[in-house]
C-alpha cells in the first residue's frame, strides 16, 4: 500500500527550509567521507525511518530537491557542513534524492505521534513493558511530545507504528516521571508483545523492561 507521509510543512518556508538543510548538514559533517559505501543507503534508511530527525522523509526530499536545483546551500548550512565543502554536500544529496526516488513508494514513519482520541480502547490497557528514564529523553527518543494535562495527571503519548498499530505511554503522577509503561490497546487482533518491543528498542534505542510487568499489573483502567 502507498502510505507515503503528506508534506507537512513547505520547502518554500525559508525559515523551515534553512532548519533542515542545516540540521541535515550539521549531521553530514560527522562522516569523515561522503562517498563511503553504504552511505547513502544508510541515510535513506535513517530518512525514511524518521530516526535521526522530527521532519518526515517528504518534507526532507522536498528540502534537498531546492537544494540541489538552486545548486547552492544557505550560509548556515555551508557552516554547519564543515569539514565538507558546499560542492560535495550537493554531490551528497544528488545521489540521496536518487536513493530516495528508487525507493518509492515510501512506507510510513517506524513510528509517529497520534491523536490520544485515536487510541481504541475507553476501558483498559494491557502493560507490555516499561522503562525508567526522564520524560524529555523519552520524548527525544520517540521524537513527540506526551500530554501532560490528562484527567489522571499522569503523562500520555499514543504512537502509531508503521504497521497502523497503536502504543501508549504512560508515565507516573508527578512533575518530573522519570517512569513510564508501554501500552497496547486491551482488544482482540493485537500483535503480539515482544515484536512490539522489538520493533520501539530498534526504532527508538530505549530501555525497555518487561521483568515483574505480568506480575505488578495485567491492565491499567480509564487511560
Not at 522519570?178 to 530505549?206: C, H, K, N, W
Request: aromatic residues 6%.
Amino acid at each position: 500500500m502507498n502510505s507515503e507521509p503528506a508534506l507537512q510543512n513547505s520547502p518554500a518556508d525559508d525559515a523551515w527550509y534553512d532548519t533542515l538543510i542545516t540540521d541535515f548538514c550539521a549531521s553530514a559533517s560527522a562522516a569523515a567521507d561522503l562517498t563511503e559505501a553504504g552511505l547513502v543507503a544508510r541515510a535513506a534508511d535513517d530518512l525514511i525511518d524518521r530516526i535521526s530527525y522530527i521532519a518526515t522523509v517528504a518534507e526532507f526530499h522536498a528540502v534537498f530537491v531546492r537544494a540541489v536545483t538552486t545548486a547552492a546551500l544557505p550560509p548556515a548550512a555551508a557552516s554547519a557542513a564543515q569539514p565538507h565543502s558546499e560542492t560535495t554536500i550537493l554531490a551528497f544529496l544528488r545521489q540521496l534524492l536518487a536513493e530516495l526516488e528508487r525507493r518509492r513508494p515510501w512506507p510510513r514513519p517506524a513510528l509517529m505521534p497520534a491523536d490520544p482520541e485515536d487510541w481504541p480502547s475507553s476501558g483498559s490497557g494491557l502493560p507490555i513493558a516499561w522503562l525508567r528514564l526522564p520524560l524529555p529523553l523519552v520524548e527525544r527518543a520517540v521524537k513527540a511530545s506526551f500530554d501532560t494535562t490528562s484527567e489522571t495527571g499522569m503523562p500520555l503519548l499514543v504512537l502509531r507504528l508503521r504497521s497502523g498499530r497503536l502504543v501508549a505511554l504512560i508515565g507516573d503522577q508527578g512533575i518530573e516521571p522519570s517512569r513510564f509503561l508501554v501500552l497496547l490497546p486491551d482488544i482482540e487482533g493485537q500483535p503480539d508483545p515482544a515484536e512490539v518491543i522489538d520493533f520501539l528498542a530498534r526504532y527508538t534505542g530505549l530501555p525497555l523492561e518487561t521483568e515483574g510487568i505480568r506480575r505488578s499489573m495485567t491492565t491499567l483502567a480509564d487511560l
